[in-house]
């Protein structure tokens, strides 16, 4: 069965660096968003990114985040100068252009980002 | 504003017992849908079930059952004969169709623990 993966599993970078996780969505899929979950809390959406652009972004994804789809597989997440509150699992997720976004949305297994 | 509570933050229980795991949304949309993820101590999300606001009629799968009351706003989650495999954290989300991204809106999770 296809699934959503991404890399690296376990990112441990200082604070300051420039970081990109790195996604690979299921291959037909046309919506794709991150989220992230801080330790022990809920899971929070960041962005949502549909046809080549940017369709909505909370209030987290500040100037410091961006999105990119550099190629036809890979779906990226860059923070440009991480700080210690950016800590936390990350999640990748892609749904089905067929079924609509309203179905299903596909998580990957997350990427977990430390700072120290 | 959209918002999704799960009032309890854990739950312990006894091999075989039933459970039921509550959650409360409030939306303005008539068109939504609510979800169920489970987050296994691994860390990964999930797909358990996904309702629209249209369709109230009861759902089973296996041992497990979902109750959804438009009249109260809420979507419960019952797991019958609980078994140790089921401990987890145990998200109820929330998208709109008047939401152009769909994001999810997770509630901040209910932990079972189920003991041998």
């Known amino acids: 069965e296809p699934e959503v993966t991404q890399t690296p599993s376990h990112q441990v970078t200082q604070m300051g660096q420039e970081v990109i996780l790195r996604c690979v969505p299921i291959?037909?899929?046309?919506?794709f968003y991150w989220y992230r979950q801080i330790l022990g809390q809920k899971v929070e959406f960041l962005v949502s990114?549909?046809?080549?652009?940017?369709?909505?972004k909370s209030e987290i994804f500040d100037d410091q985040f961006s999105v990119e789809r550099p190629d036809g597989s890979n779906f990226t997440l860059k923070i440009r100068s991480t700080k210690l509150e950016d800590s936390a699992m990350y999640f990748c997720?892609?749904?089905?252009?067929?079924?609509?976004?309203?179905?299903?949305?596909?998580f990957g297994p997350g990427t977990r980002l430390t700072v120290t | 504003a959209q918002k999704v509570t799960q009032a309890q933050t854990e739950i312990s229980v006894v091999e075989k017992e039933d459970v039921t795991l509550d959650c409360v949304y409030e939306?303005?949309?008539?068109?939504?849908?609510l979800f169920w993820y489970k987050q296994p101590p691994s860390g990964e999300l999930v797909f358990l079930i996904r309702?629209?606001?249209?369709?109230?009629q009861n759902e089973i799968s296996g041992r497990y059952s979902w109750n959804f009351q438009k009249s109260t706003s809420s979507f419960n989650f019952t797991i019958t004969a609980s078994q140790v495999v089921d401990s987890a954290v145990y998200f109820c989300?929330?998208?709109?169709?008047?939401?152009?991204?769909?994001?999810?809106?997770f509630g901040s999770g209910t932990r079972l623990l189920v003991r041998p």
């Open positions: 309702r629209n606001s249209f369709d109230e």
């Open positions: 997720a892609s749904s089905d252009p067929v079924r609509g976004p309203s179905y299903e949305q596909y």
């Open positions: 990114f549909y046809n080549n652009e940017i369709s909505e």
């Open positions: 291959s037909n899929h046309l919506y």
């Open positions: 989300a929330l998208s709109e169709q008047g939401d152009s991204s769909y994001k999810l809106i």
């Open positions: 939306t303005r949309d008539t068109t939504y849908y």
